[in-house]
């Protein structure tokens, strides 16, 4: 999956979502489920795909506890003086479906590329240069700064510090995140004073370049009639 | 907080995107050579606080802080917040791509809010000010948030209102820590709320 070309996955994967989440015929979904068949046999780590899945899922599940007794219609069963409608069980379906396919798509074709490389492809795709700086330098700066509040909450578990519900845990912890904030603010300085030194003029040079092969071409096109395939099924 | 995808209509889905398109155009216009690695620090490091988890009650959740974000970044608190979304919904799948333009809007409205709204009081009392900004923006973003799900259909008020009735003490304690890493920073560095 890797040796396609970012963009091609990027432009592929959001169409596909949006075509899906405005999606409302359910009979129409089975045509749907081709492109994710098809993907799930790219998924490498599968332990990362099902905590994905699960976290997807908690909001859907959210969603289920509710929606068959809100919708009106025709009423199944009883459940604790609750009605639970045929209509709300289908709609509640409509959108676990919906995330879920959605979610493969993404989770194989945008997911498993290292954000910067996303962030890279997003660049080539015409999003605002200034935008793509900020998401450049801050993305290269989380894990830094990750690092940087491990250390910080390592002492704190030095000093045997335990979460509990009281005033002192927030402010500490209130004191955490003040400490943490000024520390990138003060990281900040130094780095704008290091690329002024190495004249920044306002782009990042990459070395890396993407490269269009004969293979994308051919992606590129399948996929093109796909989209168009449904969205013909879907006006008729 | 975090709406999956396919649960907006296609209505809401646009109209956030929209507005999420406009707040980061104004945001990033304005934003000069020097600085790009304030904003971009701070988001990581906004990013970051969001990943620390506090108690509440038997359970425990994880901060927000666009109260914070929009007292100290203003208008530029939408691109912060569009990342963060971004990286949390490519990184860990809270959210969505499809909907990352509604869940933007909803965070970043209330932020920009409280820059207005309170940012003119900071220097009178800092902890109350930040404890005022929390609570208030956590409040408005799950009164967004239930109104991008009323709007996608009617029946979700019930859905709705359990999140907002269950984010209340959430907004309560993000009001507290707001406060004190505001009292904290006006300890020790005011000029991150000044600049």
Redesign the interface.
């Known amino acids: 999956m890797e040796k396609i070309d970012p963009r091609l996955r990027i432009l592929c994967?959001?169409t596909y979502?949006?075509l899906?989440?405005?999606e409302k015929n359910i009979e129409i979904f089975k045509y749907y489920l081709i492109l994710p068949v098809v993907l799930v046999f790219f998924i490498s780590d599968f332990k990362k795909f099902f905590k994905?899945f699960i976290?997807?899922n908690i909001?859907?599940f959210?969603?289920w506890?509710?929606?068959p007794?809100?919708?009106?219609g025709k009423v199944l069963f009883n459940f604790l003086k609750f009605k639970v409608t045929y209509q709300?069980i289908r709609?509640a379906f409509l959108?676990t479906?919906?995330?879920n396919?959605?979610?493969i798509t993404?989770?194989v074709l945008?997911?498993s590329t290292h954000?910067i490389r996303?962030i890279h492809a997003l660049h080539h795709l015409y999003l605002?240069k200034?935008?793509v700086?900020?998401?450049?330098?801050?993305?290269r700066?989380?894990p830094?700064?990750?690092n940087?509040?491990n250390r910080l909450q390592k002492a704190m578990r030095v000093r045997c510090f335990v979460?509990?519900?009281d005033?002192h845990?927030?402010?500490t912890?209130?004191?955490?995140?003040?400490?943490?904030?000024?520390k990138?603010?003060?990281?900040?300085?130094r780095?704008?004073k290091a690329?002024i030194l190495r004249s920044?003029s306002?782009i990042f040079w990459t070395y890396y370049h993407f490269k269009w092969s004969k293979k994308d071409t051919i992606i590129c096109l399948s996929v093109i009639i796909y989209f168009v395939w449904i969205i013909y099924l879907k006006i008729k | 907080m975090h709406i999956s995808e396919g649960v907006l209509s296609g209505k809401v889905l646009g109209v956030g995107a929209l507005i999420t398109i406009g707040g980061t155009f104004i945001g990033i216009k304005n934003l000069k050579f020097e600085d790009y690695p304030k904003v971009s620090l701070l988001t990581s490091a906004f990013f970051v606080a969001s990943l620390i988890h506090i108690p509440i009650g038997p359970t425990s959740t994880h901060l927000v802080l666009n109260g914070l974000c929009g007292i100290i970044l203003g208008w530029k608190s939408f691109p912060c917040i569009l990342l963060a979304l971004f990286l949390q919904a490519i990184l860990f799948q809270f959210g969505g791509l499809t909907s990352l333009g509604t869940n933007t809007a909803n965070m970043a409205i209330p932020a920009v809010i409280s820059y207005y709204l309170f940012r003119p009081f900071l220097k009178k009392n800092y902890f109350i000010t930040g404890f005022l900004s929390g609570f208030f923006s956590i409040s408005l973003s799950c009164l967004s948030v239930f109104l991008s799900l009323y709007f996608t259909g009617s029946f979700f008020k019930n859905f709705g209102k359990a999140i907002f009735f269950a984010h209340l003490p959430i907004a309560f304690i993000e009001g507290i820590i707001t406060g004190f890493i505001l009292s904290f920073l006006s300890k020790t560095k005011k000029e991150i709320l000044e600049g």
């Open positions: 994967s959001f979502s949006i899906v989440a405005l994905s976290s997807v909001f859907i959210l969603c506890l509710f929606l007794f809100s919708i009106g709300g709609y959108i479906i919906k995330a396919l959605i979610f993404n989770f945008i997911f954000p996303v605002p200034k935008l700086n900020i998401f450049f330098l801050s993305t700066y989380i830094v700064i990750e940087e509040k979460p509990k519900n005033i845990t927030y402010r912890i209130g004191n955490l995140l003040g400490l943490i904030i000024l990138s603010y003060e990281r900040s300085e780095i704008y690329m920044f306002g």
